[in-house]
């Protein structure tokens, strides 16, 4: 198993968290970390990582560096590093990053596209 999913994510190493009891709805851009806890819907654009709570329910066409998932997601999700799928992540969407990881008990359904890493942020 790789070293990255067996790491635990500290929160106070990230710079902005939703918590569970916040319900989002419009478009969220940030250049640093951000962890989302509660509900969010509508678009993600971010140059920083993003995490996913695994309360979390996000429906939203997502982009950023990298893009970590532990509870659910609808909508596509293009990850500028890698995507980061963990046991009860639940993923609806397709996916385009130049690398992906998946524990086992992910539940993912979509389309995957490996692109090589550049420092150019393409839109999705």
Known sequence: MSD???RR????????VLAEDIDFDGML????TLMIKGKFNGEIKAEGDLYIGEKADITAKIQANVISARGAVSG?????SR???YSTARVEGDIVSPDLIVESG???????TMQKKSGVKNEQ
């Open 9 to 16: 994510l500290d929160e106070s190493e990230i710079d902005t």
């Open 83 to 85: 995507v980061e799928l």
């Open 29 to 32: 851009s940030f250049k640093d």
């Open 76 to 80: 596509n999700i293009k990850a500028l």
């Open 106 to 112: 992910a539940k993912y359904n979509g389309v995957c």
């Open 4 to 6: 990255v999913l067996k």
